[in-house]
């Protein structure tokens, strides 16, 4: 049977409710038209227009705080990424054919994102469900109670946000905590000092999203040579920077005893496995011999690090990459490779935080960071981090932590 197109605009119009589309510059992009005939506005008066010059708060009313609510919602949808339903609100709506006149509406929205190609939010979708009607009933048998319903609603939709304002100061306090914690427990930059390197730490955007991200520069026994680390461990909160404390202690110290990148990976599964809340935890260790103009390194289910050549060439180095540390509960040696590089390369390694983005193919990231790699090349590694994150990191913050380590070889 023959398939028909769907005129995706004709169910736009005739979805029930009232339906919005938003720029992330909180401009309207379109809408439908029950929420036209529900707010009382034509199509005209809305596409094109900032949201808060058509709906502002009531000037008269210095208690009034729905559109101040809403603001906030989807600011966290442009920032997060993440869908985000609001409490039942009330507004005090102008009515359009009397300027100066302000009609009492409570509506329940929910707010969700449309990504773009590039994985950032492109549109804002705002469903609103009308119930001022069930809220404001008058008259007739039913209107004392229609009044205790809107008084017990509007009350309840009060403690839900003094509820949610409490959940989200003491997510705030975690957030400040398990930074603080997974700071504490990465190097210092004095300590990287004396390599030509540079470390860049990025906690996620949002209350709950601080995640194991870890990073570590050691020296080695025997010769010019240290040890170049990222890590990341599943999970968020206080919990996942204490594995990540957990993890990168074990490998900085397997890493100056052992023969190679594969031997420390192998102690450090063998220890992951043991470590509640290591499931699933990924690393990448490089070992860099200065005097051999070397590069041998292990991946456990991590992403490759980039050597950038002194020529421009970018070389992905995932010629020995395995599953992630706890993948085998009687480990086998893991795999190791070894690269060579002229002087004045550059290895760059980091987690997933820097290139990934929801419904985009890694590749489409791994090519972004290969591209800002190889223009700004010449950048010392300070500069080099600074350039790299400002191109790919999104404008508001990513919704993953970001570790990054740049070593001027």
């Known amino acids: 049977m023959k398939q028909t197109a769907i005129d995706y605009g004709a169910v736009f119009q005739a979805l029930p409710g009232m339906v919005a589309v938003l720029t992330p510059e909180l401009v309207y992009a379109d809408v439908n038209e029950e929420f036209c005939s529900m707010s009382g506005r034509k199509r005209q008066d809305l596409v094109g227009r900032y949201l808060f010059d058509v709906f502002p708060d009531n000037p008269n009313d210095s208690g009034a705080s729905g559109m101040r609510n809403l603001a906030a ?53 705002h469903r609103v ?8 009933a008058r008259g007739g048998p ?14 309840r939709a009060r403690e839900l946000q003094e509820v949610n304002e409490r959940l989200r100061q003491a997510h705030a306090r975690e957030r400040e905590v398990a930074i603080a914690l997974q700071e504490a427990m990465l190097p210092a930059r004095r300590q990287v000092g004396h390599y030509d390197a540079a470390v860049r730490y990025r906690p996620a955007v949002g209350a709950l999203n601080v995640c194991g991200d870890w990073y570590d520069l050691v020296d080695l026994v025997g010769g010019h040579r240290i040890g170049v680390a990222v890590g990341d461990v599943v999970g968020h909160g206080l919990a996942a920077a204490g594995v990540m404390g957990q993890l990168r202690s074990a490998l900085s110290a397997a890493s100056r005893v052992a023969e190679g990148p594969g031997e420390a990976l192998n102690v ?10 290591a499931e699933s935890a990924t690393a990448v260790t490089t070992f860099i011999d200065f005097d051999e103009h070397t590069i041998t390194y292990s991946s456990a289910g991590h992403l490759p690090p980039v050597l950038v050549h002194a020529d421009g060439r970018i070389e992905f180095l995932d010629q020995a990459t395995d599953p992630p540390l706890d993948a085998r509960p009687d480990p086998i040696p893991r795999p190791q490779a070894c690269t060579r590089y002229a002087e004045g390369a550059t290895l760059v390694l980091y987690t997933d935080g820097l290139i990934e983005r929801r419904r985009e193919d890694i590749d489409t990231g791994l090519a972004r960071l290969a591209d800002s790699l190889g223009r700004h090349r010449k950048e010392d590694p300070e500069r080099l981090a600074d350039a790299v994150l400002l191109e790919l990191l999104p404008p508001g913050g990513a919704t993953d932590d970001t570790a990054l380590v740049i070593v001027r070889l």
């Open 73 to 125: 919602s989807l600011q966290r949808v442009i920032t997060t990424g993440e869908r985000d339903a609001m409490a039942l609100q009330r507004y005090d709506v102008e009515v359009a054919a009397q300027p100066g006149e302000w009609e009492e509406r409570y509506w329940s929205p929910v707010n969700a994102p449309v990504f773009g190609p590039d994985g950032k939010v492109a549109l804002l979708v």
């Open 129 to 136: 469900e009308e119930v001022t009607e069930l809220i404001k």
């Open 142 to 155: 039913s209107g004392s109670r229609a009044r205790v319903l809107e008084a017990e609603l509007y009350t």
């Open 268 to 277: 450090l599964g063998r220890y992951a496995n043991v470590v509640d809340g």
